[in-house]
């Protein structure tokens, strides 16, 4: 079965940091893996995807992933972070059926 | 907005119910994908169709059932509700039955009381 773990429920970084957020997966096959952003009382939006073409992927808001097979990790950064980027994040992989298996979620922090 | 709709955006009831939860797809996709997000268990997945069949099921409980209707929209019906039901749910659409990318509504925000 296809998995992720995400590594810190938790992560704060001053305005204009770095930002990384780890995510780990687990798949028998090759993973289609996503990141999604979810701000407070809205619904899950897409961040970035990754289908094979490219390790790494470029999303919206300035984020991108890096697809690292050896390490079987697809972690999230942002070179500087902005106020609005504070929110809950969420990788996922494509499972059975193409559902998405999402981690636990990682909320991010963004302090002045 | 991902052009994914659900109704209500809030709904309160009791123990022992049944409630209706109502999604309509972005135009053109197929699939219709059910989540349900609470503090404890996070985000599950609990059944998918497309094209008005069942193509999998997840985490989905015997008292919960859905379906898809012709006009693609989809309903997810929770029965007998307990305490625990209480959480988010998210209809989630793509454009077929694949690994295409799955648009999220904003959910239904359900409290049992």
């Known amino acids: 079965a296809q998995s992720v773990t995400q590594l810190g429920s938790h992560v704060s970084v001053s305005e204009g940091a770095l930002v990384l957020l780890r995510c780990n997966y687990s798949?028998?096959?090759?993973?289609?893996l996503f990141w999604y952003v979810q701000y407070p009382n809205q619904g899950l939006q897409l961040l970035l995807k990754y289908t094979s073409a490219a390790t790494l992927v470029k999303g919206i808001n300035g984020f991108e992933a890096e697809f690292k097979k050896s390490e079987t990790s697809f972690h999230l950064t942002k070179p500087s972070a902005h106020m609005s980027d504070a929110a809950e994040y969420f990788c996922a992989v494509s499972g059975s059926g193409y559902a998405l298996n999402f981690g636990k979620g990682t909320s991010l922090l963004v302090t002045p | 907005d991902s052009g994914v709709t659900q109704t209500p955006k809030h709904l309160i009831t009791a123990t022992g119910q049944r409630v209706t939860l109502r999604c309509s797809p972005r135009s053109g996709d197929l699939s219709v994908y059910w989540y349900q997000q609470s503090l404890d268990q996070g985000l599950q997945f609990l059944i998918q169709?497309?094209?008005?069949?069942?193509?999998a099921k997840g985490n989905i409980l015997e008292r919960f059932s859905a379906q898809q209707f012709p006009d693609l929209h989809s309903e997810l019906n929770l029965s007998s509700l307990e305490l625990g039901d209480s959480a988010l749910y998210f209809c989630?659409?793509?454009?077929?039955?694949?690994?295409?990318?799955?648009?999220f509504g904003p959910g239904t925000r359900l409290l049992v009381l």
């Open positions: 798949s028998s096959v090759p993973p289609y």
């Open positions: 989630a659409s793509s454009s077929g039955g694949g690994r295409e990318t799955q648009y």
């Open positions: 169709y497309y094209n008005g069949e069942e193509r």
